[in-house]
Every structure is written in structure tokens, then in C-alpha cells.
Nanobody, 129 residues
Framework: QVLLVESGGGLVQAGGSLRLSCVAS????????MGWFRQAPGKEREFVAG???????FYIDSVKGRFTISRDNAKKTVSLQMNLLKPDDSAVYYC???????????????????????WGQGTQVTVSS
């Protein structure tokens, strides 16, 4: 069983930045894709960004140009750099690890919750206006 632990959330003013990190335990990390999802109160959890084994990155339109996902296989860490934050970005952010996958993944695969076998506990991001 892989354990994922997120950190880096907090309260920030609109226009500010936060960096989320997710550290994985267990032997497998480099053979999986990773993703960040978020859930705001009263809304369903939504895909935000994903990174496949090749380092290919995928984003929803609303965060393109503002968020950057990256991974460090040696440290078993995936990060989400969030710049120019908006109040609409406020949510609990979750990182997820997929099952073992091919080297290249698709947006369709990474954006589906069903692709993920492990989730972190979530970290709160609040952006004030």
C-alpha cells in the first residue's frame, strides 16, 4: 500500500503563490503517473494537473499558464507550483498515484479518478480576494 502525504496548503491573497508537495512511501513511484485533483465545498472533485512517467504534463484550461506540475522520482515527490492564485482556486487539493502505467499517458487517463489507486489526505488551499 502506497501512502501519499500532501503539504504546502494555506491561506494566500489573490495573485499570490503556493507550492504543494506530495511525498509517496513504498517501492513503486517511477512506474506510475501522478495527478492533482481539488474539491471545493459543494462541488465534485475535479482534475487539476497530471504528469506521466515521461514527464509529460497535462492541465485543465483554467490553470494553464499559472500552475506547474513536476515530479522527482528519486525523492518520490510530485509538486504543484501555483501562481497568480484566484479565489476560485480555493479547495482541498489531493494528490493521486495511478496504477502501473505505460511510459506515456493521455489526458483522458490522467483526468479520470478511476485511474488512481492511492490518494493523499488532502491539503486546504484558501485564496482570499
Amino acid at each position: 500500500q502506497v501512502l501519499l502525504v500532501e503539504s504546502g496548503g494555506g491561506l494566500v491573497q489573490a495573485g499570490g503563490s503556493l507550492r504543494l508537495s506530495c511525498v509517496a512511501s513504498g517501492r513503486t513511484f517511477s512506474d506510475a503517473a501522478m495527478g492533482w485533483f481539488r474539491q471545493a465545498p459543494g462541488k465534485e472533485r475535479e482534475f487539476v494537473a497530471g504528469i506521466d512517467r515521461s514527464g509529460g504534463t497535462f492541465y485543465i484550461d483554467s490553470v494553464k499558464g499559472r500552475f506547474t506540475i513536476s515530479r522527482d522520482n528519486a525523492k518520490k515527490t510530485v509538486s504543484l507550483q501555483m501562481n497568480l492564485l484566484k479565489p476560485d482556486d480555493s479547495a482541498v487539493y489531493y494528490c493521486g498515484k495511478t496504477r502501473r502505467v505505460a511510459f506515456f499517458a493521455s489526458m483522458a487517463y490522467l483526468s479520470s479518478e478511476n485511474s488512481y489507486e492511492s490518494w493523499g489526505q488532502g491539503t486546504q488551499v484558501t485564496v482570499s480576494s
